[in-house]
């Protein structure tokens, strides 16, 4: 009988790399980490470059809403006019074929998504300071000083939440890439990557 997949969530504020840093895993060590890559399901507008079902599956409001009360979304969450959320069929599937599901989402959903699948390991990504992370969020947005405001003052919020009362297995400072990997990497096979604290 083939070994169930475990759900890896990598949670954190907008602007710590949680995307990049799936997308790399999947990328290098799909294969020897039996990572399955999954969509997120949005109700925003595909950005230039952007594949459906690649990088993620645009689907209208209503659309979602119907996913929503089917059943159908493991998590979800409104971002900035924008809806998102996990497909629960794509991850079941997965974790039936053996493969582990790699989810970058916010600890709101990281808390859905536990309380359905308490295997689930959850890793906290913070940025090396707030000064790097607000760094982050305006190179990212390219948008006006508010929204990189309202942004910061929003992971300040998550990182308060988390401390008050910790949902994290893990955290794993992203600083350089290649060193987030392979802590990732090790977390993922089963090597403890860090005691489970960290100042904010």
């Known amino acids: 009988m083939k070994k169930r997949g475990r759900i890896f969530v990598l949670m954190g504020p907008s602007g710590v790399g949680k995307t990049t840093l799936v997308k790399e895993m999947i990328k290098r060590f799909g294969a020897e980490c039996s ?56 991850v079941e599937a997965a974790l039936a074929q053996g493969k582990n599901v790699l989810l970058a989402i916010d600890r709101q959903g990281a808390g859905a998504v536990k309380k359905l699948f308490p295997s689930t390991r959850v890793v ?31 992971a300040r919020e998550e990182l308060k939440e988390e401390a008050a009362e ?22 993922i096979s089963g090597t403890v990557l860090s005691e489970n604290h960290v100042s904010f």
Do not use: C
């Open 124 to 154: 906290l990504v913070v940025a090396p300071s707030e000064e790097v992370l607000k760094q982050r969020i305006s190179k990212r947005t390219a948008q006006s000083e508010e929204v990189t405001a309202f942004r910061l003052e929003r």
């Open 166 to 187: 910790p949902l994290a297995d893990e955290v794993l400072v992203n600083n350089q890439l290649e060193e987030a990997l392979e802590a990732l990497k090790k977390v």
């Open 35 to 90: 990572l399955a890559w999954l969509p997120t399901y949005t109700t925003r507008e595909a950005r230039e470059g952007e594949v459906f079902g690649v990088d993620y599956f645009f689907i209208t409001p209503e659309r979602f809403q119907q996913m929503q009360q089917a059943g159908k979304l493991l998590e979800w969450s409104s971002h900035y006019k924008a809806l998102y959320g996990t497909g629960r069929d794509e």
